[in-house]
């Protein structure tokens, strides 16, 4: 069982990339999917979030209506499309999922959650001129 996140690299502020999380040894549908950040000096922050059965997505404060998220059940890939990046959303990114919570909505901050099953090994994203 493994989650590898990919797609990170350099690029410049304000411009695109596109993260991929893919599982093995078990399906990503009807579980929700995460990605959290982790930057230099700094706290692990929830990015974003899409629950169980698609209806669901949360935002991390500092990307909405820049990033979001979406699944390709037949390649069991979520993929975190970021838009309009900032030198602040430098960090190594990382996906999460756990197959036994509706963590995405879980009543106390999806963002906080700690029981967290799976971790992916994360994928440096770097915004710089």
């Known amino acids: 069982v493994q989650l590898q996140a990919s797609g990170g690299g350099l690029v410049q502020p304000g411009g695109s990339l596109r993260l991929s999380c893919a599982a093995s040894g078990f399906t990503l549908d009807n579980h929700a999917v995460g990605w959290f950040r982790q930057a230099p000096g700094k706290e692990r922050e929830g990015v974003i979030c899409i629950n169980s059965n698609d209806r669901n997505i949360m935002y991390g404060d500092s990307v909405k209506g820049r990033f979001t998220i979406s699944r390709d059940n037949a390649k069991n890939t979520v993929y975190l499309q970021m838009n309009s990046l900032k030198s602040e959303d430098t960090a190594v990114y990382y996906c999460?999922?756990?197959?036994?919570?509706?963590?995405?909505?879980?009543?106390?901050?999806?963002?906080?959650?700690?029981?967290?099953?799976?971790w992916g090994k994360g994928t440096q994203v770097t915004v710089s001129s």
């Open positions: 999460a999922t756990d197959t036994r919570v509706e963590w995405c909505t879980v009543r106390g901050g999806w963002d906080r959650y700690l029981g967290m099953e799976f």
